[in-house]
């Protein structure tokens, strides 16, 4: 039963994964997720009341077949999958060779905050929980080995922030302080990719947050999915007259210590279509794909990126002990919650991100990533 009990969860938590990974409209997406919610609660009472009213409550769980019986048999068959899928996800080859060094600061802000950070009502009441690691950022300094890195960018340093949401639960002094940090970390480029304002109000906060970012090669974005929810093509304005550079759909080459690079574009599935990874038929010594969900991961593969730098799934957000994450929107579940990957010669970097539209952190604080980059 308690199998059957975690392929139940498996089940219907692995729905919403998907369906908030595949870029529906809003209103089937949202419709969807309350559907696979109310399943989750209600279907093992059903399977009690019904076990109840055959007489067979107290009985070996199979006995007397019928609908309940065959609903058992699915979840402990789910169970059984998802617990090789997990099994399998983490032995997966594309988990080695990318990552050489990972050290980690704690930048705790609790004290220079204070409650005062948080909006009042429950973002207040859940973001000052014991141990909610929300305002407790991480500056991961990780060394990656890039197989076709040319050898004048060993070293390059690029920091890789994403999905902020901002959106006035937790206060603009939160993101200040991770804008200084971040210019405190001398990187040659800065890389935002999406989830960066949730409403229309938080515009007005740009100013102070991530317009001050620059850096010698300059600060590349691209927009994610909550980014709909507000005035986007403002938010692509505004950054852009700051001087930053939009990849939304597009492919742009620049001259990094003397090496031609490809940066490429890709917000799919909510915007499109990607930046074309050929450009304009030149060769070049490195592309570099910037993409708010790792599922396009294999996309960047097939056309030749040498790094993908994605975010989107929070780490887990919220991580289970033993378990890890849990909750993720992804086509692929929990497979990319956070981490570095690599496939063939292309490598992947999953920011946890720097925030979230939940107060909620646990066993997965937000990460500033600072990545220096080595050939292979």
Not at 155 to 165: F, P, V
Request: with cysteine.
């Amino acid at each position: 039963m308690l199998a059957a009990l975690a392929g139940h969860a498996v089940l219907w938590v692995g729905i919403v994964n998907r369906v908030h990974g595949v870029g529906m409209p809003r209103w089937l997406m949202d419709g969807v997720t309350h559907a696979c919610v109310l399943a989750f609660g209600l279907l093992p009472l059903a399977w009690v009341a019904l076990r109840w009213s055959n007489g067979l409550l107290l009985a070996d769980p199979l006995t007397g077949g019928g609908p309940a019986a065959w609903y058992l048999v699915l979840c402990l068959l789910v169970a059984a999958t998802g617990a090789a899928a997990r099994v399998y996800a983490t032995l997966h080859p594309e988990r080695r060779g990318a990552l050489l060094r990972h050290d980690r600061r704690e930048i705790d802000l609790r004290q220079q905050l204070g409650p005062e950070a948080f909006a009042p009502g429950t973002p207040r009441r859940l973001a000052t929980l014991p141990g909610n690691e929300l305002v407790r950022p991480v500056l991961a300094s990780k060394e990656l080995r890039v197989p076709r890195l040319p050898a004048e960018l060993d070293g390059y340093r690029i920091a890789h922030l994403s999905d902020l949401h901002m959106s006035g639960r937790v206060a603009m002094a939160y993101f200040q302080a991770v804008v200084d940090e971040t210019l405190n970390t001398g990187a040659d480029l800065i890389a935002l990719t999406g989830d960066l304002v949730e409403f229309d109000p938080q515009h007005a906060w740009l100013d102070g947050t991530l317009l001050r970012l620059a850096a010698p090669d300059g600060v590349w974005f691209v927009l994610g999915n909550h980014d709909l929810r507000h005035d986007h093509a403002k938010l692509r304005r505004t950054l852009t007259a700051a001087g930053q550079f939009d990849l939304g759909g597009s492919a742009v080459d620049a001259e990094l210590r003397g090496k031609r690079v490809r940066f490429v574009g890709n917000e799919l599935p909510w915007f499109g279509p990607p930046g074309d990874p050929t450009g304009d038929g030149r060769p070049v010594d490195l592309t570099v794909c910037l993409a708010h969900g790792p599922d396009q991961f294999r996309w960047a593969q097939r056309h030749g990126a040498d790094l993908i730098l994605a975010g989107h799934n929070h780490g887990g957000q919220v991580r289970v002990p033993l378990l890890g994450a849990v909750v993720t929107p992804s086509i692929h579940g929990t497979r990319y919650a956070g981490g570095t990957f690599r496939r063939g010669r292309t490598v992947m970097h999953v920011s946890r991100g720097l925030g979230s539209l939940a107060p909620l952190r646990y066993n997965c604080p937000p990460e500033l990533a600072l990545l220096t980059l080595r050939p292979g």
